[in-house]
């Protein structure tokens, strides 16, 4: 099973880490968070170095992807925005610059950031 932590570099997400990493059905364990963990909990996991990573990013991304899908679907969100908001869902873990690589054609970080800023638009003009 692998298992993705949303704010993993908190107290709580460091505990449910550690916890699932004793686990031995636990395949994979990704934090993401905006910040990283401490230096002293990394040195703590180094013994599951194979099963546990960090990726920093922004969790509200796929929060505002799951607003806008479900209050207007994401049907309706230009192309550009739609496969975006279907490669960060596919992908919660991996960065902006990896994150356009998954489209075709393939895009920038700075392009992908932008894509994502709109979207952040939208759901926000949806919580309004």
Known sequence: MNVLILGGSGLFGRKTAAHLLADPEVARVVSLDLAPP????????????????HVRGDVSQIEDILLIEREMG??????????????REEHPDSPLSALGEFLDPP??????????????????KLRS
Not at 38 to 52: I, K, M, T
Not at 80 to 87: F, G, N, T
């Open 74 to 87: 994401l049907g309706k969100l230009p192309r550009s925005l739609r496969e975006i908001a279907r490669v």
């Open 38 to 53: 401490p230096e002293w909990f990394l040195r703590g996991v180094s013994a599951h170095r194979d099963r546990f990573h």
């Open 107 to 124: 895009l920038g970080k700075s392009g992908v950031n932008s894509r994502l800023r709109r979207l952040r638009s939208i759901a926000e």
